[in-house]
């Protein structure tokens, strides 16, 4: 028969020491904090992008509001569709989205979750990102 010692068997079977799950432990959260600043800037760059869909959707719209009031802009704010776009640009982050229209013009404008830059279109086909509002007072219908 084989006899065991216990004593050999106690000195074979060993755990991890403090250290070695502290070293663990500190490791992945280092990883885990690198993951979730990753995670942050990929959550803005989509609500900006969202944004920026939003208020470029809001040509086509334009478009057919036009054709269907006389060639005219007038009122193109007050229209639901433009203002459910406008609730839309909100909802992905904006902090402001601002409309202004005329007869013969009109502009859209929201600005960007992740600065301080406005995205802006208008009845010119213009479509571009500003530093600052450009129609923020509802005088002004082009961008930039």
Excluded: P
């Excluded at 959260?29 to 939003?54: E, F, P, Q």
């Excluded at 802009?73 to 609730?87: G, V």
């Excluded at 202004?100 to 013009?105: E, L």
């Amino acid at each position: 028969m084989y006899h065991i010692d216990t004593m050999t068997i106690k000195n074979k079977t060993r755990g991890f020491t403090l250290i070695e799950l502290l070293v663990v432990i500190a490791i992945i959260g280092i990883l885990a904090s690198v993951v979730l600043a990753s995670l942050n800037t990929a959550r803005t760059k989509g609500a900006d992008a969202a944004i920026k869909s939003n208020i470029y959707n809001s040509r086509a719209q334009a478009a057919l509001f036009y054709d269907d009031n006389g060639n005219a802009y007038t009122s193109l704010c007050a229209d639901q569709k433009i203002i459910d776009l406008q609730a839309a640009v909100l909802v992905a982050g904006s902090l402001s989205a601002t409309c202004a229209d005329d007869v013969d013009a009109w502009a859209l404008e929201g600005q960007l979750k992740g600065s301080t830059d406005f995205y802006c279109v208008d009845s010119t086909g213009v479509a571009t990102t500003t530093a600052a509002s450009s129609i923020s007072d509802g005088s002004d219908y082009v961008c930039g």
